[in-house]
Nanobody, 128 residues
Framework: QVQLVESGGGSVQSGGSLRLSCVAS????????MAWFRQAPGKAREGVAS???????RYADSVKGRFAISQDNAKNTLVLQMNSLEPDDTAKYYC??????????????????????WGQGTQVTVSS
């Protein structure tokens, strides 16, 4: 059973930084794509950043130059470093992934990657 567990959320002032982590467990297939999404109250879910098995990284325009996605293969961990945070970044952030050999329904596409596994989310609140 694949599980994704996020950590690192919290409350910061505008201009501050946070580092989100996502640890994957129960994985039997190789990583195809891992990504971060976010959803603010009353708004649609938004893809924030993704990294595929070739190491290709993509960002939403709203976070380019401020956020950085990376992965630690040895630790099966995905990281999102968020700098210069703004109040509009306030949302619940979700880790999502696709692994070879299994593809659950109910997933989403982000920059050409399909992700079907989701974490429970971690809240990020940025105050002005």
């Amino acid at each position: 059973q694949v599980q994704l567990v996020e950590s690192g959320g919290g409350s910061v002032q505008s201009g501050g930084s946070l580092r989100l982590s996502c640890v994957a467990s129960g994985v039997t297939g190789s990583r195809v794509c891992m990504a971060w999404f976010r959803q603010a109250p009353g708004k649609a879910r938004e893809g924030v950043a993704s990294i595929n098995s070739y190491g290709k990284i993509r960002y939403a325009d709203s976070v380019k130059g401020r956020f950085a996605i990376s992965q630690d293969n040895a630790k099966n961990t995905l990281v999102l470093q968020m700098n210069s945070l703004e109040p509009d970044d306030t949302a619940k952030y979700y880790c999502a992934a696709d692994f070879a050999g299994s593809r659950p329904n109910g997933g989403a596409w982000i920059f050409g990657c399909y992700v079907g596994y989701w974490g429970q989310g971690t809240q990020v609140t940025v105050s002005s």
